[in-house]
């Protein structure tokens, strides 16, 4: 998995497994099959698609849209949304989420 430490500018495809501890400036999309770390910030929102997997312990200031993904929230988020029956969602009980969808 590769570590990533700068700012990104949005929209961005998340394509690779990486553990992100920088900035992500607008919204970004997990692609089927990808594992996501984030320790740092996305600005806008984040969708994880089918298949792939997303750890939040950072912060997601937008929507986190879970279109059959597997999402394990630890950090904060504006909000989640599980748009899927595939979808599988795990809030800790420590996170923070402003609004559930």
């Not at 949005?10 to 692609?31: C, K, R, S």
């Not at 950072?58 to 950090?75: Q, S, Y």
């Not at 504006?78 to 009980?93: F, L, Q």
């Amino acid at each position: 998995m590769k570590a990533i430490h700068d700012s990104i500018e949005g929209p961005f495809a998340i394509e690779e497994d990486i553990a992100l501890y920088g900035t992500i400036a607008g919204d970004a999309t997990l692609v089927s099959g990808i594992r996501f770390i984030l320790h740092g910030t996305i600005a806008g929102t984040l969708t994880v698609e089918r298949g792939s997997r997303a750890i939040i312990h950072g912060t997601v200031a937008g929507r986190i849209v879970n279109d059959g993904g597997r999402v394990e929230l630890f950090g904060m988020a504006d909000a989640i949304a599980n748009s899927s029956r595939d979808a599988i969602t795990v809030i800790d009980p420590r996170a923070h989420v402003r609004g559930r969808g």
